[in-house]
């Protein structure tokens, strides 16, 4: 019986803890130790291990301390400097945590050596994937990261999505401004405004709501294409093109 329970870090950021037994939880991208060690203590747990999807510091800024307090393994992508890292991760690896076995995808675009982590359904991609929206490319081109993005929308629809962010609503604005049209959105747009108001987290998202709201796993459909040609005033050739096209946009895009 493997639950997650969502820790609040720094502005905007969450810290997943992968409660893997009665007494111990995996540590999703821990930005700041403090929040995590009285969530910990609150809860009644030890870490069992710490999982980093990236090296930005909104992520990794609780490693150090947390892993000089428990003697946990740290892992992380072995192209990124992530501190006290003790298991490097590519591709194909897979992390063995209590009763949940967790695939590691790499997922490049945002930042050079981002991985993500997959299995039992559950799905922990960093700044790769937001709901109804991505990251920013910091290290990495178009291309890559829509490549990214595709490999993560072709996972299961029931896969529990959980992001290092919480920027829903933000991305459901731009995403409306995309695709006026898609009522699913305007939905979604209501559910997630319901949740903010009461300071609640609009995730975990699924794989299969992301496929129908997120305008940057969605350059194929031809109104989100029509939409991102209309803003850059010309034709876009392929989905990569439209998709760098929504990730310009976006990037300039005040909802
Ligand atoms: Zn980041
Ligand atoms: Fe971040």
Wanted: hydrophobic share 45%; aromatic share 6%.
């Amino acid at each position: 019986m493997v639950n997650v329970l969502h820790v609040r870090a720094l502005e905007d950021n969450y810290v997943w803890l992968i409660r893997v037994d009665a007494a111990r939880a995996a540590v999703v991208d821990p930005g700041e130790a403090a929040p995590v060690l009285a969530a910990l203590a609150h809860l009644r747990l030890t870490p069992a291990a710490i999982l980093c999807t990236h090296h930005h510091g909104d992520h990794t800024g609780g490693v150090a301390e947390l892993a000089a307090r428990y003697s946990v393994p740290v892992y992380g992508p072995a192209r990124e400097r992530i501190p006290a890292l003790t298991h490097p991760l590519k591709e194909g690896d897979r992390v063995a945590l209590p009763g949940l076995a967790l695939d590691v995808l790499d997922i490049p675009g945002h930042t050079a050596g981002h991985i993500a982590y997959h299995g039992g359904g559950l799905l922990f991609c960093g700044d790769t994937l937001f709901s109804a929206g991505c990251g920013r490319l910091f290290e990495g081109a178009a291309e890559q990261l829509h490549a990214a993005l595709m490999r993560l929308a072709a996972l299961p629809e029931a896969t529990a999505v959980y992001c290092g962010h919480e920027y829903t609503l933000a991305n459901l604005r731009f995403a409306a401004a995309v695709e006026p049209d898609n009522a699913q959105v305007r939905d979604y747009l209501e559910k997630a405004a319901a949740l903010r108001a009461r300071n609640l987290p609009t995730l975990p998202s699924s794989i299969g709501l992301e496929r129908r709201v997120n305008p940057f796993l969605r350059a194929g459909v031809p109104a989100v294409r029509r939409a991102a040609e209309d803003h850059t005033g010309g034709r876009l050739n392929s989905e990569a093109a439209v998709f760098a096209a929504l990730r310009r946009w976006k990037d300039e895009f005040r909802g």
